[in-house]
């Protein structure tokens, strides 16, 4: 994730009006950097989970390549009602949301600067994505009893891009936050915090997958 930038490229230009500034241009490449390359990896899981949910719709006894043994097992996943919670397959989302992230990766990377409220309102829909992500881990988990290799490929993309949003839509001004607390919050950033919250998150949640299903996890 970021820290603050090195001499000469370590303080953000003043306000505008409106309270935005422009970050420096280490944080723009890494987190853009970041967010088109997770969007991607989540884009291609989630062709993946579509192809396997058409086959399984074809036949619910198909043998899928990541069913590897019994916490592995993608087409138990797949055949619950937790898979189509919209009834149509959760990882259509991911055809439909990942592309908008990335076109906001390399515009971002190519210095386009998004109106506020459109980053704002990316950033509450990536938000939402993220807890769905982690519903359906938590059903997987403790409901239906399986892992899916694709899905946790998704949510830990999903982790990565939605903290490398937020930590560019806190450095730009784009939370609509009481200046105060924006400043408080630009410092949380640029010393580092946010890497050690995301790095405590995933650490947290391998914990309690190991607590779970024990060293056969591995």
């Known amino acids: 994730m970021v820290h603050d930038a090195p001499s000469g490229d370590a ?9 935005r500034v422009t970050p420096p241009d280490r944080s723009r490449y890494f ?30 006894d198909a043998e899928l390549a990541c069913s590897i043994n019994a916490i592995f097992d993608c087409a138990k996943v797949g055949l619950t009602p937790q898979a189509n919670v919209f009834g149509f397959p959760n990882a259509f989302l991911g055809l439909i949301s990942e592309p908008v992230v990335m076109t906001i990766a390399v515009l971002g ?3 386009i600067r998004f109106p506020k409220w459109f980053m704002f309102t990316a950033n509450i ?12 881990l938590f059903q997987s988990t403790f409901v239906i009893g399986a892992l899916c290799p694709w899905c946790l490929t998704v949510t830990l993309a999903t982790t990565f891009v939605f903290f490398s949003m937020t930590q560019w839509n806190i450095l730009e001004g784009n939370l ?22 995301l790095i405590a998150w995933l650490a947290a949640v391998v914990l309690l997958e190991v607590l779970k299903w024990g060293f056969f996890l591995f």
């Open 11 to 19: 303080t953000l230009t003043a306000p505008a009006v409106d309270g």
């Open 31 to 60: 987190l853009f950097g970041e967010m088109l390359i997770f969007s991607i990896v989540s884009l291609v899981a989630s062709f993946v989970l579509s192809y396997d949910a058409l086959v399984l719709a074809g036949n619910p």
């Open 109 to 111: 990377l190519s210095r």
């Open 125 to 136: 829909f990536y938000f939402l994505g993220v807890v769905f992500a982690y519903w359906l």
């Open 176 to 197: 609509y936050l009481p200046p105060a607390a924006l400043e408080k919050a630009r410092a949380f950033v640029k010393a580092g915090w946010m890497t050690i919250v």
